[in-house]
């Protein structure tokens, strides 16, 4: 449900930002976005996790752009409650579009991951610290232990038994190179097409919403990309940092695709692990 245009208007008044503005399309559930032709209006709704994304993000975004990595300017963060009653926050607006929004010839495609894979190097490698005196940053990790949802799919039915051993057997597989995971570096969190802003062309210009930014494993920036755009994305990335996220890393994407997979095969009945569609990544890997 949209705000009040009152409000609207006010909340942008707050800050000096002059109109007129008009409603955006949310492309996630924490924020309802409005925007005139130079700034964004993002106000934190009631989702679990809408005021603690936007808090993280205040924290977050500033220090990337300040890295020189590719994301909007931050022109003001209000946690008043003055006015609203939850924090909203006011961003240079980036005159593009979502990656996931825009229909790409695949080589045009494959270029705007190889844009995103190098500017996650840099946050990687650049960014060494960012100060959170109120523990607003989030800790990303990684589920190890997979078998005790393995395990209640294989019960619940919703895996058949061929596929529970797969994948039972890649876990397997996978584990001696996923437990320590890498070092750790400052992440986005929550790389995907609808948090890359793009040209018609697919220029990277942004890459936006940092509301789940923290430190972790930085394999974990891969999670979001889809498979067939990790090697793209990969490949950016190690053409500025040759073996940057150590031997292998190909497992650990996979195992956080295949924790994904099992996850939506709990959630929704229907949902299938595309257990050979990893196999054949990593084969072509070497693993």
């Known amino acids: 449900m949209n705000l009040d245009p009152a409000l609207v208007d006010a909340l942008f008044a707050r800050h000096g930002i002059p109109g007129p503005w008009a409603p955006m399309p949310a492309t996630g559930i924490a924020n309802r976005i409005y925007a005139t032709g130079e700034v964004v209006l993002r106000v934190a709704t009631d989702h679990p996790e809408g005021v603690s994304d936007a808090r993280t993000e205040s924290v977050a975004a500033p220090v990337a752009r300040a890295a020189g990595i590719l994301t909007p300017r931050l022109i003001a963060f209000d946690d008043s409650r003055t006015l609203v009653d939850r924090p909203?926050?006011?961003?240079e607006r980036v005159p593009g579009a979502a990656l996931g929004l825009l229909a790409l010839a695949p080589s045009q495609l494959a270029d705007t991951w190889r844009q995103v894979g190098r500017q996650l190097f840099r946050?990687?490698?650049?960014?060494?610290?960012?100060?959170?005196?109120?523990?607003?940053?989030?800790?990303?990790?990684?589920e190890m232990d997979l078998r005790p949802l393995l395990n209640r799919l294989a019960a619940s039915g919703r895996l058949d038994a061929a596929t529970a051993e797969g994948v039972a057997r890649l876990v397997g597989q996978l584990a001696p190179h996923v437990s320590g995971g890498g070092e750790v570096r400052f992440l986005h969190n929550d790389i995907h097409a609808m948090n890359v802003m793009c040209s018609p062309a697919g220029e990277l210009l942004a890459i936006i919403d940092w509301g789940d930014a923290g430190w972790g494993d930085p394999a974990l920036d891969f999670a979001g990309i889809p498979l067939d755009a990790?090697?793209?994305?990969l490949e950016g990335y190690e053409s500025e940092?040759?073996?940057?996220l150590g031997t292998?890393?190909?497992a650990r994407f996979v195992w956080d695709k295949l924790r994904a997979a099992l996850d939506a095969a709990c959630d929704q009945r229907g949902c299938?692990?595309?257990?050979?569609?990893?196999?054949?990544?990593?084969?072509?890997k070497g693993g």
Not at 88 to 91: C, G, Q
Not at 230 to 233: G, K, T, V
Not at 241 to 244: D, E, L, N, R, Y
Not at 272 to 284: A, D, G, K
């Open 230 to 233: 990790i090697p793209f994305a």
């Open 272 to 284: 299938s692990v595309p257990l050979e569609t990893f196999c054949r990544f990593l084969r072509s």
């Open 241 to 244: 940092g040759p073996g940057a």
């Open 88 to 91: 909203f926050s006011l961003w």
């Open 248 to 250: 292998f890393p190909e």
């Open 123 to 142: 946050l990687h490698e650049r960014v060494r610290v960012c100060a959170d005196p109120n523990g607003y940053l989030d800790t990303p990790g990684r």
